[in-house]
């Protein structure tokens, strides 16, 4: 059975950083694609950042600059560091594994979510 496990959510200030970490029991983690996603209260869930097994990465616009997203394939983890939060950005933040498509990947598997709250 396939599980994604987020760790490292929490309560924070404006300002501050943060740093999630996804654990996969994928047994070829390496070929996937992995993201990060958030949803927001009376939101739909956004992808904020993803990246391939070969590293490359994308962001949304409004995080780029300011949040990482990196993996270990031997560890079968992805991390999201997370820099100079904003309120607006309280969300379940949820990790994600996908097969890589043409016109996007193909999301699989789902964690459980993480809790991010930012006060201002």
């Known amino acids: 059975q396939v599980q994604l496990v987020e760790s490292g959510g929490g309560l924070v200030q404006a300002g501050d950083s943060l740093r999630l970490s996804c654990a996969a029991s994928?047994?070829?983690?390496?070929?996937?694609?992995m993201g990060w996603f958030r949803q927001a209260p009376g939101k739909e869930r956004e992808l904020v950042a993803s990246?391939?097994?070969?590293?490359?990465?994308k962001y949304a616009d409004s995080v780029k600059g300011r949040f990482t997203i990196s993996r270990d394939n031997a560890e079968k983890t992805v991390d999201l560091q997370m820099n100079s939060l904003k309120p607006e950005e309280t969300a379940v933040y949820y990790c994600?594994?996908?097969?890589?498509?043409?016109?996007?990947?193909?999301?699989?598997?789902w964690g459980q979510g993480t809790q991010v709250t930012v006060s201002s």
């Open positions: 994600a594994a996908g097969v890589g498509r043409i016109l996007g990947p193909r999301w699989d598997y």
């Open positions: 994928l047994r070829t983690f390496s070929n996937y694609v």
């Open positions: 990246i391939t097994p070969g590293g490359s990465t």
